[in-house]
RNA sequence: GGAGAGUUGCCGGAGUGGUCGAACGGGGCGGUCUCGAAAACCGUUGUACGCCUCGCGUACCCAGGGUUCGAAUCCCUGACUCUCCGCCA
């Protein structure tokens, strides 16, 4: 969410990034309805405070045995008039808070403009794997490997949904609990293991609400959603809480399946493992104080390059272009992974800062060393999922007789085997 | 799923229609005392919005409605927590 007051103060900046970010948000029906408001409010305040001083004085005039019935007169129609300016001061409120959930976060200064497209590299790790033998993708490596079966995931759930088998199972597995231990013995982050199921509250504070719900698994009887991300319900874990000093800074990891509709993106990039409706992933969640969490985002970044690298998998970081940024984000960089099988750099990481645009929304404040409570930070990245992580890790470590060597820091989680 | 109890400020906990933003206790902070600390004593201690901005006004006692001239206090609906019973991994 962002400050009305900004919004007030510096419309064309916000006028600007709606238009960025190819949003929709109405700026001049929000300063519209913010001035009704303010000015029903005024009329509320002075009217309540007359009513106010004058209740006080009922029980007085009561006692010294007066005739009170003039005054209470003057009150009811005052009662009256309080009532019908108070219905128009919620509707109004009600309006600008709607409208205010759909304005989306300011990209960063520096962020480059335009679409996916002009997304920017600012480095890479390794190179190109090359062979000197015909590589298979993940779909061949995974027949010859008995690694995942989409046909009989289809059957149960449809297209879009994965079944790993065998040792792709316990291949899975080994890179969610290295992903996890990674982070925790190495980065220092905390673990957390939150609700894959939350509230529309919930998912309204971290910014999927109002804008994504089509995309999302909503279980109509009880009006609650299945996460997209633990993103969702690690950031809400605090929501609505004034946290001490000293909790700063708060880093989680967390794993969690996520699952995505996936709403039109059918025939796009689906092949195999590339984009399903389900799958796993530990995420990195910060809270920090507003001032360090451009670093924060830097070193995030890292956290999750550490992993590729102990996997020796080539990679590149780029910086989104606004109209490739997320609703709620101002400054988005994506980790691109190798896959030589496949001859695609994939997405395995996304890392965010939200600024105070999610602690807005969901209102989490500190109390900072000077005993004013503030938004406080938040930051959000993947580290890593798994299916893309899954099909580069297959395709670079692939042999020339279809077997997969496990790259060594994955060996503990796998019996210490050297061949998958 | 059934029955009951509860939800008040940083915490505990009063308050059942009228100067209640809220007694009292604890904690925190500041001060007196002390070489220093403890004890004791004194003071102070919520968030947000608005305006005629170092002051004043308003809102907030789980949430949303209602009754009333006036509601933390009465009524309705809902959420959550706890206890017991049932069911169950």
Redesign the pocket.
């Known amino acids: 969410m962002i400050d ?2 900004y919004i007030r103060n510096s419309p064309d900046m916000l006028r600007e990034a709606v238009k960025n970010k190819k949003e929709k948000a109405d700026i001049d029906r929000i300063l519209e309805i913010d001035e009704l408001r ?1 000015k029903l ?2 009329d ?3 009217l ?2 007359d ?6 004085e ?3 005039l ?1 006692k010294a045995g007066k005739d009170v019935s003039e005054v ?1 007169e003057r ?2 129609s ?2 009256d008039e ?1 009532k019908s300016i108070s219905t128009e001061l ?1 509707e109004s409120g009600n309006e600008l808070d709607s409208l205010l959930l759909t304005v989306p976060n300011i990209p960063a200064e520096g962020v480059p403009l335009g679409g996916e497209e002009n997304n920017l590299q600012v480095r890479q790790w390794g190179e190109a794997k090359k062979f000197n033998f015909q590589t298979r993708d993940q779909v061949e490596l995974a027949e010859i490997n008995d690694l995942f079966d989409l046909k009989r995931a289809a059957k149960m759930s449809g297209s879009g949904f994965i079944t790993y088998t065998g040792k792709g199972a316990a291949l899975e597995r080994a890179l969610i609990n290295f992903f996890l231990d990674f982070h925790i013995k190495k980065h220092n982050y905390e673990e957390i293991s939150a609700p894959f199921i939350v509230n529309r509250e919930t998912m309204t504070g971290t910014g999927q609400l109002p804008k994504l719900e089509n995309d999302m698994y909503h279980i109509d009887q009880d009006d609650m959603f299945l996460i997209p991300t633990s993103e969702v319900s690690v950031t809400n874990f605090y929501a609505g809480e ?1 946290l001490p000093y000293s909790l700063l800074p708060k880093k989680f990891a967390s794993y969690s399946p996520c699952f995505r509709r996936e709403a039109g993106s059918y025939g796009k990039d689906n092949k195999g493992l590339q984009r399903v409706h389900q799958f796993n992933k530990v995420e990195m969640v910060r809270f920090v104080q507003p001032e360090t969490s451009y670093d924060v985002l830097d070193e995030m970044v890292h956290d999750a390059e550490d992993i590729l690298q102990a996997l020796g998998l080539h990679y590149r970081v780029v910086v989104l272009a606004t109209g490739d940024l997320s609703f709620a984000s101002a400054k988005t960089f994506d980790l691109e992974v190798w896959a030589p099988g496949t001859g695609k750099y994939l997405e395995v990481s996304s890392v965010s800062n939200f600024l105070d645009f999610q602690a807005r929304r969901a209102n989490i ?1 500190f ?1 900072d060393n000077d ?3 503030k938004y406080l930070h938040t930051l959000n990245g993947s580290g890593l999922a798994t299916p893309r992580s899954f099909i580069a890790l297959i395709e670079t470590w692939q042999n020339e007789d279809g077997t997969i060597t496990i790259p060594e820091a994955l060996r503990p989680y796998l019996g210490n085997r050297e061949i998958l």
């Open positions: 009305i007051k303010r409010q005024y509320f305040d002075n309540r405070a009513q106010k001083k004058t209740s006080s009922i029980p007085q009561k209470m009150m009811k005052l009662a309080l919620s004034i404040r109390r005993g004013k409570v």
